[in-house]
């Protein structure tokens, strides 16, 4: 339900997946701390209700909680027809929500392969499809869809994770081409490792990751900060910190074939 509070210079609202934790939960508070109202979306009710009040509370903004599992078909469409009920118009669309499962692609199930491409792929493309149309008519409206660096280059013992990502990327890319001159920007967001809730489960799965050099663990209140500029800015694509940055553009002059060579003896080091 929607907080008390109203800040008067109130710009619009931010819709926020993924919202209950990690880069998801401080890019909540990026738009919170800039005055927009938020609508905050992930499957655990009781962690949205938490953090609605305390963004809420601290920032005197309005903050509604909508509890939804967007990898089920349907959801995203049930939830824009709910806030366009409710009258809640969504200037900001933020799509965060995502899964990772790290590991070899034969040693995973099929449900988990699966679980990845309906919650990063599908649940993420519903959304725009659910949301984007009507920034349009308005001709107004700000997407950050969060991808990865894995986005840039195969990561072997992420397959599928990555390959995900890549799609994140590249839907991003076409959109925000194709939507010029509408007064819509699309955003890709590409962190390298950060030190979230997704990492230590990473760790507790395969104690491989914890040998990941502290150097190369962002911290998420920083990727969200640059996410959260570079969404404003109607940039299309950043890649938060500066060591990923230099890495994303060694990629792209390194052949395809050593950069698979290269991430395949990185990728069986953590397997």
Not at 128 to 144: K, T
């Amino acid at each position: 339900m929607p907080e008390a509070r109203t800040n008067a210079a109130a710009k619009g609202t931010a819709l926020v997946t993924g919202a209950s934790s990690g880069i998801g939960e401080s890019l909540a508070g990026c738009f919170a701390a800039a005055g927009h109202d938020l609508v905050l979306v992930a499957r655990s009710a009781g962690k949205l209700k938490s953090l609605a009040a305390a963004l809420s509370a601290q920032h005197k903004v309005n903050v509604r909680v909508e509890p939804v599992d967007l990898s089920r078909p349907g959801a995203a469409d049930t939830l824009a027809a709910k806030l366009k009920r409710a009258r809640v118009p969504v200037d900001v669309l933020v799509n965060n929500a995502g899964v990772l499962a790290q590991g070899p692609f034969v040693g995973m199930s099929a449900a988990s392969h699966q679980q990845m491409i309906d919650l990063n792929v599908g649940g993420l493309t519903a959304m725009l499809s659910a949301f984007v149309p009507a920034m349009v008519e308005r001709g107004s409206g700000r997407v950050l869809n969060v991808a990865s660096i894995a986005s840039f280059q195969p990561v072997p013992s992420l397959s599928t994770y990555a390959a995900t990502k890549a799609f994140v990327l590249s839907l991003t890319e076409s959109l925000s081409e194709e939507l010029r001159g509408s007064g819509v920007s699309v955003t890709a967001l590409c962190p390298g490792i950060t030190a979230t809730r997704m990492l230590e489960t990473a760790i507790a799965a395969n104690a491989q990751v914890s040998r990941i050099p502290g150097v190369l663990i962002g911290d998420v209140d920083d990727v969200a900060r640059q996410g959260f500029e570079a969404c404003m800015q109607g940039d299309v694509i950043c890649v938060a910190g500066v060591l990923n940055q230099a890495a994303v553009l060694a990629s792209r002059s390194t052949p395809k074939w050593l950069l698979r060579r290269v991430s395949g003896l990185l990728g069986r080091q953590l397997q």
